[in-house]
């Protein structure tokens, strides 16, 4: 069987914490297995022995089971120098790898589930922002997003109205663009790359590039495991679990015009794993 | 005193919490547990042949178990913490202390497959969690017949910090606990507690702060 | 969820299990469902999914008269309507923003929960007072059996009578799912504190024999 869904790249495993013996996992369901050859160079293979495309990237092993259309996307921010590369670190999440980034989309959620952190009541208000999918590159895009934050970064100090922008360049990835405190003219950049592991069930890989010399490491994957981790708490209780692509199951407002265009985009592309199409 | 710690650690998040209850200072090491396994690494080993976190260190004094360190700082700065009014409070203390060492071997290994990619038997780690919930239930149903909220006293002492985390944190490891009212009871009123600190997984109360729409309106 | 043939009342709480400011989740044969009691002590039942973006709403809280949503802070009355938005703080919510809400009764010490409004009123058990609830991982066929089946009430099956401790108790038995089910343990209001634990122990032991396998053949 087959579905368009299969013939995207999706992270499969960290490259600095890929070895030899290597690590069984799943994608889309299917059982895979990625690994080092004895030359030290990623393969991924399928229970029957085949072998998937790989690439290596933003510190990740990605594949697909079928045939990408084109290459991986870059984030051209990624790779100017002077910028720490973090690799967060895998979590697992009980829920729809399609729920899991519409929720990285999402500012509003920010007072209620990343209090005093990234929103804080009475500074609740989402102002009106710019959505649209571009055409030529394919990809869902939010510019212009506004937030109240109390600490926006490890480095920040201080509350700070943080400026957002959120690309969705593949089904289960998306990329966020946030005012960068000690480079005001950069963005930092921050992505959740997201393994399907069935439609109910995701290994989630937040990885980072940010400018900031001052904080330790540790400190800042700290600190992106505790707001995924915060965030953890809420998708594995959203019910149903799979993300309604139907209107009328759920209702939107202003603030969700994000999610609206990324549901629109997925459904226009039928990318439908983790998805739920019918109202039950 | 120096808290070699891990955000999403429960057991160095009891640490932090009794500080934050007790106006403790603690100078926080981060530990990158993971992905980066900085707790197995030499300069870690060497203070904690064991590789786990918490770690407290204080001057010459290295203590490597959450309930000792948790002991060691109720003793220096707030001592009705030790619950040790009576030598039933006192008993009823270590008895708890020792149970929270149940949560964590089985609800806290359950976490760790369910969430960071752990190894067990994930069915037996989650039925034996679910034995000591159970106990902890009954536990807290006769503490309520008793008048008291608490698992050693009519306040909280150590013992409440040593088996708050791991229980709050069940369903991290695919473990409901929609079935313990009382559980639900006590962690509430745990949660509640003047200069209560959160940790993922245990939000604040909401409820405790005002409605900003609500006033704005009237 | 869609609603069963006959609407009835299922326990899902002791209400003092449930202070004024807080909602718990509890599970009703069409779904889970959040149960809430606000500051002035009314309570209300609703279905456990925020019309927004599903986040259950038992995992909400409360403040005032109202239940508001852990993800992203809507508010819901008691009549289910959707009173709050704090992302568009300006704007006055269309009425069309509704949470499902359920009949409830509050009866006798318990907190009772209808998918719709049932005919007739829960049963009445005022010459007792709830003890606890627990959960047992057994059928409600398995419970009767090791209460022993002839005692439960044949008139309403709503109940069995056990007796815990050498005291004489009525369990009210609800199933959650084919294999759990919730029992709800009632005593006689003037037990000591001591008979009471006794009791409570005592029921422990019962969840233990109805969970062990059992012996062939008797298995529903
Ligand atoms: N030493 C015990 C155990 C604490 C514990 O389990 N810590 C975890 C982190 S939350 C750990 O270090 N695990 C080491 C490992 O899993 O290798 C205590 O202090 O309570
Ligand atoms: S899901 Fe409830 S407010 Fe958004
Ligand atoms: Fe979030």
Redesign the pocket.
Known sequence: MSFPMQDEWYPVAMLSDLHRQGRDTLLLGQPIHAARDPNGIPIVTTQNGQHLVTIERFGHLWTSLGTPRKDLFSIPEADQPGRTLVDVGVVRVKCSPLRAVENFLDIAHFPFVHTDILGAEPHTEVENYQVEIREDSDEVWATKVKFFQPQAAKSAEGGITTDYMYRVPLPTCSVLYKTCPPRPAEWDVICLFVQPLTEELCDVWPWMALFDDETPLTDMIHFQQLIFLQDRSILENQLPRRLPLDPGMEVPTRADMTSVAYRRWLKRHNFTYGAQLVAK | MKLYD?VL????YKVRLLAALTDTTLTLRPVD?HPGKE??SPELLTLNP?????ILEDGLLVL????A?LTFIAAQNAPQWLGQDTPQMAAYVQQWLSFS?RL?TTL?SAR?IEMLH?HGDLAALQHQGIAALRELEAALVQQHMKGATYLAADRMTIADIACFPYAALAPDGSVSLDPYPKIRLWMRAIRAQPGFIEMPGIHRLHELSNDPLETTNQ | MSMPATAWWTPVALSADVPPRMVIPATLPVGPIAVWRSQSGQVTANHDRCPHRGMRLSHGFVRGEKLSCIYHGWSFGKEGGCTAIPAHPKVTPPASIHCGVMPTVEQDGLIWVASAQPDTAPPVFDQYQPLRMLNFCACIDRIKTVCDASSRDPATDTYVTATLAGFVTRLIVTPLNETETNVFILVSPDLSTDQKIAISRAAEVLRNLCERPSPEGQQT
């Open positions: 891990y650690s429960p057991s160095c547990f707790h197995q064991a590789g786990s976190i918490p490597t178990e959450s309930s360190i060492h964590t806290g760790l752990g």
